[in-house]
């Protein structure tokens, strides 16, 4: 207890010296070995128990985290580490490797300001480290690089001393290799080299990691370890070269403080005026200046109810303080401030900038929101996950009492996890929940159940297409109810590449510079026509005016831009989201007295249009695939392929090591439902294996129409293939 009342006053005392601040993630693959690494670093600090370190895993403190064995919720923990004689505060976000649980990770790259990359020194890079790598670049946040695991080297693939630091070696120049591809301006800075200590090695389980500085201090190098390896005496290395002292000093020498990070990351993440009083206050990281605070995540507290985690890039927090919730256009008052120590949070009087804060009382923030104490202030970027919920499922309260109950369940979770979107079927009155896997929606069904105590009940999960066109619509004609307005529509297929500038550039075309989005939009493959009468950019489809000097398009065009939202979020097929679509308004007649030209009459109008252009501009599906990644022994690999193969899949390439063969595959989210279980019986339970996000292919011909028929059975829509004129007046 004196412990840790004494590790409570040192963080107190630190989070008001930024300098000694570091703000770092851990991410990797799924079962890379992540949390065991946090956890052998909380047993370093002292937070819990050397001999418990590994095996508890303190930040999986989730009880699905702890019976499923991997982590689901980004944790937060404050320690304190000592470097040079000096100490410095360290708030650590331990991350999920699980694909399904990407959003976590996105999140939690708005908190820090450094990450360590954690690789498993047999699988070596794999999707998911790429995946993450990239999430925390597209951020602005620096890699470090921990190799995990190294004694599998010797113990199961007996690697000699030069095979090892050849394996070793290659994975410090894949790492590389996505920094330079996707960071190509801060390469020079931030590639990690065994030489400087940017890279250590190790191994979490068994406690112990080497670098090149720790070699100098310890006298423990690479033939050292191999030794001790080799006669299997880690319990001797970990002594001499022990896990969280190579990484933590690793993490202070080469990550940022929040006065170093800020100047460069403020840029990044915020739009606004960086001259103005505001934007100077974040660069500087200043205490005195006004609070610019980000939420990163919702966590519920049996006992205080909710809790905003966030960055707080400018301002102290205090209690009683009043912020305005930025996106939310409200005000709350702030009831208490604290930092969490792994599943505790402690409380302190006030909060400084450059630290990781868990505020009680903003219950209008959702992750995500920006608060301050100015009214005006310029909101953060959005943070923009990199994959989108492809997997639904409906339910419903087993008891009907318990829908009230269910209804703000659902508000609640969805608050926490903005992957997961909730919409309630108008048709069937049925709530459906989508998110990013079958893994994803089970883990919130089973939260529900037992941390809510509802009964609920489930529909299989089903599969969320997208509508597209793959040709060119003649112009379609679309009037308004009262015959006074009328709007003229082609639809054509969007380029991929423009879809792809709006995701990674997260642009924003109300405040992009015009000229060079236009240049931008040019090269991704829109007309320069096209280009410049870009009005809408809505969940990968595009709105385009090509018109010539109407008399009142501009008063009417918000609601025209409302009616193309409306039918991009549900398309003529089957009421599935539209992906891939350019609807281009090459004409329009509108009545002069605004009265007539109302929502009621143009939105109808141009959604109708829409739908009529869409059918006959040769309309189709798209249906999201994964990346299946699996390693079994030889012997298994016929099961395996079978298994695929039975699942539309495809087998893009197979390694082979030693006895274990890796297969890449794609299939169809779609074929992949009970996947997880015919893996294990068709392998003994013996293959490896992950999934990643593929992005969305056309939905083969032949299926086509059953697939269309199966979604409007589902939504009580009619049995029928809808014609152009069902939606012209």
């Not at 059953?706 to 007046?729: H, Q, T, Y």
Request: charged content about 30%; hydrophobic content about 40%.
């Amino acid at each position: 207890m004196v412990r840790a009342k004494k590790m409570v006053d040192k963080i107190k005392e630190l989070m008001w010296k930024p300098e000694q601040i570091r703000n770092m993630g851990i991410v990797a693959h799924i079962d890379h070995g992540k949390t065991t690494l946090s956890d052998n670093l909380l047993a370093g600090a002292g937070m819990i128990s050397e001999e418990l370190a590994g095996q508890q895993l303190y930040l999986d403190f989730d009880e699905q985290e702890k019976e499923r064995g991997i982590t689901i919720n980004a944790a937060n923990v404050s320690m304190v580490h000592e470097y040079k004689g000096k100490e410095y505060l360290i708030n650590l976000i331990d991350t999920p490797g699980h694909v399904d649980f990407g959003g976590d990770v996105t999140r939690a790259m708005r908190a820090v300001d450094g990450v360590i990359v954690v690789v498993d020194a047999v699988e070596g890079v794999m999707p998911q480290t790429e995946t993450v790598l990239r999430q925390a670049l597209r951020e602005n946040v620096k890699p470090v690089l921990f190799i995990n695991k190294v004694d599998r080297l010797i113990k199961e693939l007996e690697l000699t001393p030069d095979q090892m630091q050849e394996r070793l070696m290659n994975v410090i120049l894949e790492v590389n290799k996505l920094i330079k591809a996707m960071k190509p301006e801060k390469y020079k800075e931030w590639m990690i080299r065994v030489e400087d200590g940017s890279v250590a090695f190790g191994s979490a389980l068994y406690k112990w990691a080497v670098s090149v500085p720790a070699m100098r201090e310890t006298g423990v190098g690479f033939k050292e370890v191999y030794r001790y390896l080799k006669d299997d005496n880690w319990r001797e290395l970990s002594k001499r070269s022990p896990l969280h002292k190579v990484v933590l000093d690793m993490v202070i020498r080469h990550l940022p403080s929040p006065i170093e990070a800020q100047k460069e990351r403020i840029k990044t993440i915020w739009k606004g005026d960086i001259n103005s009083p505001e934007g100077q206050a974040m660069v500087k990281c200043d205490p005195k200046g006004p609070v610019a605070l980000m939420i990163t995540k919702i966590i519920v507290d049996p006992h205080a109810g909710e809790v905003a985690v966030g960055r707080l890039f400018s301002g102290t927090l205090k209690p009683g303080m009043e912020l305005y919730i930025i996106d939310r256009k409200t005000k709350n008052r702030i009831q208490t401030v604290g930092l969490f120590m792994g599943p505790k949070r402690i409380e302190v009087p006030e909060i400084p900038a450059g630290n990781i804060v868990a505020v009680v009382g903003l219950r209008d923030a959702v992750a995500g929101s920006t608060c301050s104490t100015l009214e005006d202030f310029e909101p953060f970027e959005e943070i923009k996950h990199i994959s989108e919920p492809v997997v639904t499922m409906a339910i419903e309260a087993k008891n009907p009492r318990d829908l009230p109950k269910l209804i703000e369940v659902l508000r609640q979770l969805a608050k926490e996890d903005p992957t997961l979107h909730v919409t309630l079927n108008e048709e069937t009155g049925e709530h459906l929940i989508s998110g990013m896997g079958e893994l994803h929606l089970e883990v919130k069904v089973e939260k529900i159940r037992r941390e809510k105590g509802i009964e609920v009940i489930t529909s299989p999960p089903i599969v969320v297409f997208r509508e597209t066109v793959t040709m060119s619509s003649p112009v379609v004609e679309g009037k308004s109810p009262n015959r006074h307005n009328k709007f003229y529509i082609v639809v054509e297929p969007l380029p991929q590449e423009v879809i792809k500038l709006f995701k990674e550039e997260n642009i924003d075309i109300r405040k992009a510079d015009k000229k060079e989005l236009r240049k931008k939009l040019i090269d991704a493959g829109l007309s320069k026509e096209e280009a410049a009468g870009i009005v809408d950019y809505y969940e990968g489809n595009v709105l385009c005016d090509v018109t010539k000097g109407i008399q009142y398009l501009n008063e009417t065009m918000d609601l025209i831009v409302q009616g193309f939202r409306e039918a991009m979020s549900a398309g003529p097929l089957a009421k599935e989201p539209c992906m891939g679509v350019k609807v281009k308004l090459v004409d329009c007649k509108l009545h002069e007295d605004a009265v007539h030209r109302g929502p009621a009459q143009v939105i109808p109008a141009v959604r109708g249009a829409i739908y009529a252009a869409m059918l006959q501009a040769n309309p189709t599906l798209l249906e999201p695939y994964q990346k299946v990644f699996i390693t079994v022994p030889q012997d298994m690999l016929g099961n395996v392929t079978r298994e695929i193969q039975g699942r539309r899949g495809q087998i893009l390439e197979m390694r082979t090591e030693g006895d274990l063969v890796t297969i890449v595959a794609k299939a169809p989210v779609k074929e992949m439902f009970g996947f997880a279980g015919a893996i294990r019986s068709a392998t003994a339970g013996k293959a490896m294996w992950s999934v990643e996000h593929a992005g969305f292919e056309q939905v083969p011909q032949t299926l086509l129409d059953n697939f269309i028929m199966e979604v409007r059975k589902r939504k009580g829509m009619k049995l029928e293939l809808p014609k152009p004129e069902d939606f012209l007046p």
